[in-house]
């Protein structure tokens, strides 16, 4: 059977089961946010002053000087869309609590007012998750639409990871899943848009490039104006990265931009160790060391830490060779490489989830200086597939439980 024949069958699939279980989801939001409004005074970590510094930092400077501030040690990190979203955000904060966006005075600020506008600024750019759960899932039957709103909207991880630890990893995921939704309906051409819009928020979700690029290549840039749509999409996606970084490339600024997006000074592991193979690499060094001295051998002790969070917090291994970011690099292409190959025989749309989902693993299991809370990206998108099969299923009660 073609590609196509099969694309229509899964199409016609979908179509079966008309009822969009929009008030389910509306009610499951609510209850969802009934919890997070609970947990506003919860503990928050760093990242709570990362995001209110870049509050600051966006407000108070010209977009030329975003990357180059070294006010607080809380530098920005991120690409530009995510910066024009804070900036965005501030307008709000200043009329809120001015101290928000002071610069120099909001330092480490830790006000009432600025713990309940961060926290639910993160509620409501939930929205986008919730609106992009609606679009992958309105086409299935009720059942299964409850069964998919229940594991994300009220998933554990992103209650932890985002409403306690603070981040803004559900708005992330939205536009990740928005895009997978146009894949999942045919529309190629949308799905790689919004993808690299995603890419402009958050560089991270960059490993599964290579998957939507083949994906697109064989899938969509098919037919007799396959030039025409290789080279409609192509300076689409471009136009949206000239958006985002033109302004740095007008003001010779990219090479410090891909610095501050790339701090490989950091360390190959995060502070909070992701359970990956360089975690059990770390293990295997010290448990090694600690025998060899044990049984005489001079063995230089590592005072510091395995891990980072700034540049330069990392130290070297005792024993075992050292990973460079080019080894990691290697690993996950490698890791890939197989899924690609599949991509290329048979690019089949109703397996694009678990193949993006399947390349977050990858870059989950062999990055460098991976966060446990990286587990979202293939998690999330897995519950949109667990109830396919039971397959499918098994694979995300493994990850969803083995990547904690």
């Known amino acids: 059977m073609s590609a196509e024949k099969e694309d229509v069958i899964h199409h016609q699939q979908r179509m079966a089961h008309p009822s969009t279980g929009l008030s389910e989801l509306a009610w499951m939001a609510a209850m969802a946010t009934v919890v997070k409004v609970l947990l506003i005074p919860a503990y928050h970590s760093t990242d709570f002053e990362v995001h209110r510094h870049w509050l600051a930092l966006t407000h108070s400077l010209p977009f030329n000087q975003w990357y180059l501030d070294e006010s607080s040690p809380w530098t920005l990190d991120y690409p530009p869309l995510f910066a024009c979203f804070e900036k965005l955000l501030s307008l709000f904060a200043v009329h809120v609590d001015p101290k928000i966006v002071d610069l120099i005075n909001g330092l480490n600020y830790k006000a009432e007012t600025v ?32 069964l998919v709103y229940i594991s994300i909207v009220w998933s554990p991880s992103l209650f932890i990871i985002d409403h306690i630890h603070f981040q803004y990893n559900g708005f992330l995921l939205g536009i990740l899943l928005l895009s997978l939704s146009f894949l999942s309906e045919g529309q190629d051409f949308m799905g790689g848009l919004v993808f690299a819009v995603l890419l402009c928020f958050k560089h991270l979700f960059l490993v599964a490039a290579p998957v939507y690029f083949v994906y697109l290549l064989r899938h969509y840039c098919r037919g007799p104006y396959r030039i025409v749509k290789f080279f409609t999409l192509g300076i689409s996606v471009l136009a949206v990265f000239l958006l985002a970084f033109g302004p740095f490339i007008y003001y010779g600024q990219m090479s410090q931009v891909v610095k501050r997006l790339f701090p490989f000074g950091r360390g190959l592991c995060h502070a909070y160790w992701a ?11 010290k ?65 694009v989830t678990q193949w993006v989902a399947y390349a977050y693993t990858c870059g989950f299991m062999f990055g460098w200086h991976v966060h446990e809370k990286a587990s979202l990206h293939f998690v999330i998108p897995l519950s949109l597939v667990a109830i396919v099969s039971s397959e499918d299923a098994g694979h995300y009660i493994i990850l969803s439980i083995g990547s904690r």
């Open 287 to 351: 448990v090694i060391s600690f025998s060899l001295r044990m049984l005489g051998f001079n063995i230089h002790t590592v005072t510091a830490s395995l891990t980072g969070g700034l540049v330069g917090d990392s130290a070297p291994y005792a024993v075992l060779p050292q990973i460079t970011p080019m080894v990691s690099l290697f690993l996950v292409v490698l890791a890939i490489f197989p899924c690609i190959v599949q991509i290329w025989r048979h690019p089949q749309q109703q397996h």
């Open 115 to 146: 713990v309940v506008f961060q926290r639910v600024t993160v509620m409501l750019a939930d929205l986008v998750l919730y609106f992009s759960l609606w679009r992958c899932c309105r086409k299935l039957s009720l059942e299964k639409q409850r």
């Open 275 to 285: 359970p990956n193979v360089w975690a059990l690499y770390n293990t295997a060094d």
